[in-house]
DNA sequence: ACTTAAGCGGACGATATCTTCCGTTTAAGC
DNA sequence: GCTTAAACGGAAGATATCGTCCGCTTAAGT
């Protein structure tokens, strides 16, 4: 940010050097070993596990992710990246079909159990606040789901209660795993099917007022 | 186990000493301090912050857990004695009354995440393993949730196609906290009310078969 | 009151982990 | 092919945490 300026100054061309192609690769090694090391170890996973994981050196991470809550930070960034690909996958889909909005949401939350290995959500003891491009990923999720919820509403198959936030609390709680439980994958989607048929418009109405997590 | 035998050869007076008042309620307040530091921080949390916390030594906190994972076993069966008192409680109330069961189930749900503050269950980079002894307790809160659902499916109000291990399960996740939502109870309260409107005996069919956690 | 052993606290040596630093390697532009 | 700066790896010093040990304190039985 201050040497970078003198030595670019052909006009517009700051930063005209991409990353090179290893670093890059490297980068994302870190972070896939970093969740799955996460996952396996807790948060607390020494950076020298993560960092012969990914086949790297401990420079390498350091270099990447100046600190431990870096890395986390970018875990939970690209998991909520993953969130969001799901989100508007579902939601695009939904659109163009003429499937009830109960099926996509059920399908958002399958995929987010499915991508579960990748995902490092803000759970207790997790990196404890979203930095801004992340809860701005947030927010992109939220507007899908929302968009998600109106067209079930319309179509009858959704309670026009319940909210995105909603939604992505119940999603995130998916993202964790009760080790001793053996199948996992069968075990979260009986508790999906449960919650979605939970979704049907005949259903009690909700007795707390909505939480808006946080995307304003 | 080595030395005592000798000593207390009082006939069947072997332990005839109880615990110290100040030992036990020494041990509690471990216990309670760790519970809370536990989901403050994580698994990771240091044992002087617990022995600060209780207002101990540290010594004193290793001498009632001789070690780490010891706390942490500690802290899981504890939290499955919670849980099982919410169980029974729930059944038994619902014997005596007329009320459906699917409002016992949800009572039961509402308390498990009132004493969430207590509960340490063995989730992510938790404790790996339970105990035989946590085994027993577990098990006996399937049994109370099997009486539960059993008395809901018969009173009409709940379907059949759901089991303990499922409410087991669901109840587990839902100790977890996001620690940006800010008021979580009331978040994780409309989770339940969905996922107990998604217990009705009128709902689709769930799509995978029963997932039997660990108790036999 | 006195005795006794259980219980207590926290200093300490051992170990584990963090993060920095720098000599070496390598991708990419000329 | 040569040059250059970015990227790499891992050793090493600094720090944090673990779990033990032992002299002092205190509950509880007589």
Redesign the pocket.
Known sequence: MIGGVT?AETGEKTRQ???????????DRVLAAAATAVRREGI??????I?ADA??????????F????ALLSALTHRSFELVLAAATQAAETNADSEEPGAEAVRRFLDRTVEHGGDLVMPLRGGPPALDERTAAVQAAVHAQLRALLQAGVRDGSLRADVTAGDLVIFGALLTEQLPHVADWNTAARRVIDVYVAGLAPTAAPLRAAPVVPSPA
């Open positions: 030595k050097r991409g990353p090179r192609r290893d670093a890059a690769d490297n980068r607390a996973v020494p950076m020298a596990t960092a086949g790297v050196g401990v420079g390498t991470v350091y270099r990447h100046p600190s431990r809550e």
